[in-house]
């Protein structure tokens, strides 16, 4: 399974995918209080609209998902969460880094499910159930890992780190998503070409 083409880096990109989800909903308010002296309730209250931003990018892409395939819901989700790590990352009055946070909810909502959706398309339905027990195991070790690995980088540094991994693991994501998108758009050529 993992000698096919493009699955690696699936795999990686559901390990960033959770991994960012939880770091920012683990250390978002410590950031918040910490680097941007906001008040814990406050700090507490932004990170719920956060996971809110999720809920609602999943109701909205749950109702357009039939009109707009999921790749493109995908790589819109990645440029709009992106988005709001760089507002986080900059340094604007302290509003943006609610408005950053909110966006990178909504970014985030189309992703998990839109990347769960597309492993038939993308690797076969035969290669599918097996393949998503892979990915699931991906996802949970991003959401184990990735988490305590920015809290230990934060013990030794600073939690200012925030925004600069929160983008680092975006980043990685995209990047891994946009690489099998890459792959099977060459399969898909190659298998045309081979047709004619």
Request: net charge positive; charged share 10%; aromatic share 10%.
């Amino acid at each position: 399974m993992l000698r096919m083409k493009g699955v690696k880096h699936s795999l990686i990109a559901f390990l960033f995918y959770c991994g960012v989800e939880a770091t920012v909903g683990l250390w978002g308010a410590s950031y918040l209080v910490g680097a941007r002296r906001i008040a814990a309730e406050t700090a507490a209250g932004w990170i719920s609209l956060y996971y809110g931003g999720i809920t609602i990018g999943r109701l909205i892409t749950g109702f357009i998902t039939l009109k707009v395939h999921n790749r493109v819901l995908i790589r819109f989700g990645q440029l709009v969460a992106i988005a709001g790590g760089v507002m986080i990352l900059l340094p604007l009055p302290i509003p943006f880094s609610l408005i950053g946070l909110i966006l990178i909810g909504l970014g985030l909502a189309p992703i998990y499910p839109g990347l769960l959706h597309e492993t038939p398309a993308r690797f076969g339905k035969e290669n599918s159930a097996k393949l998503m027990g892979y990915q699931m195991a991906a996802a949970y070790t991003g959401t184990t890992f990735l988490p305590p690995l920015f809290g230990v980088i934060a013990t030794q540094t600073s939690i200012a780190l925030f925004p600069f991994m929160v983008l680092v693991f975006l980043i990685f994501m995209m990047m891994s998503a946009e690489k099998v998108n890459r792959i099977l758009v060459r399969r898909l050529s190659l298998t045309e070409e081979l047709n004619r």
